[in-house]
């Protein structure tokens, strides 16, 4: 037990919880904590870039997580019907009742026209087109795909891998192979990420009539293989990295690190349990952010 949670008041069995706030309801509507990673890689995207701009860096950082706050909201706007079948979506504002699909859509859009016209306005064109890109990717093709094929992952998969060229580009870097070892990486990390994500929540999102790999597989066959390819794709990516930002052993230290990310996806591929599962998540979190300090340290000054 925490000490936050031992010093909780107490509540008896017929006390109701509090309802949400107009605050939390549009923090869970924008996915506002899984965003803060999109901010991050568009940090690094602009601080890996052979001419790193800050003002560049912090208009394409802000601009992106607001778009990609939209497109979260969009996605679910476009999913509530779906959300209210499912156990881990139907607290959400819009299939719980407390955020109207109009008012949301509203906000979407708005988020995502301010998120463009700023990295417009203080990054450049290509930037912006990166970033309206990735909204429109997840929004209007990952979304709709979900119940339709488990390929749905690979443009959700671009979408995500986008962020940090939008900060390379506005940095000035050109989508040369730097460029496009970073969104390799980005790219191949998501498999691992969203497999074992996927496994966790596979009974739920088969309700939902969404067709996951866990979904459609319930054997855990096709989420192995994915875990387990991705994982490795992982090394090789963060591998060439290295090799284009900072030479041999930057390479091989961004391998060594994608590592542990294969032995749990093996370990995912024969336990077929959700611990593994989430053993597997937790170190993808780890891992993205370390594979970007060691290419920032290899980075030639």
């Known amino acids: 037990m925490t000490v936050a ?4 008041p107490t509540c008896e069995p017929t006390c109701a919880p509090a309802a949400p706030s107009l605050f939390t309801d549009l923090a869970v509507l924008t996915k506002a904590r899984l965003n803060v990673l999109v901010s991050v890689t568009v940090v690094a995207g602009a601080a890996l870039a052979p001419a790193p701009a800050l003002p560049a860096a912090v208009a394409a950082a802000v601009g992106a997580t607001l778009a990609a706050l939209g497109a979260c909201a969009l996605n679910q706007v476009l999913e509530r019907e779906r959300d209210r079948t499912m156990t881990r979506t139907a607290s ?3 299939p719980a009742g407390r955020l109207g699909a ?3 859509t509203l906000v979407a859009a708005g988020l995502l026209l301010a998120g463009c016209a700023t990295v417009a306005a203080g990054a450049g064109a290509l930037p912006a087109l990166l970033t309206a890109l990735g909204g429109a990717l997840y929004a209007l093709v990952y979304t709709p795909l979900k119940p339709l094929t488990p390929l749905a992952f690979v443009p959700g998969a671009v979408a995500g891998a986008l962020p940090p060229l939008v900060g390379w580009t506005a940095a000035g870097g050109a989508l040369d192979p730097g460029a496009l ?3 390799g990486l980005l790219l191949a990390w998501q498999v691992p990420h969203v497999a074992a994500i996927d496994w966790v929540h596979g009974a739920d999102h088969a309700r939902g009539g969404l067709r996951t790999l866990a979904a459609v597989d319930r054997t855990g066959r096709a989420t192995a293989v994915a875990a387990v390819a991705g994982a490795e794709a992982t090394v090789l990516a963060g591998a060439a990295l ?6 041999v052993v930057a390479a091989l230290v961004c391998a060594l690190l994608g590592a542990p990310l294969v032995a749990l996806a093996l370990d995912l591929a024969g336990a077929r349990s959700a611990p593994a599962a989430r053993r597997l998540f937790a170190a993808t979190l780890v891992h993205l952010p370390l594979a970007l300090a060691v290419a920032l340290a290899a980075r030639p000054a």
């Open 5 to 8: 949670a031992s010093h909780a």
């Open 92 to 94: 959400r504002p819009l």
């Open 102 to 104: 109009t008012t949301a």
């Open 181 to 183: 070892a970073l969104f």
């Open 242 to 247: 290295g090799v284009v930002l900072g030479g």
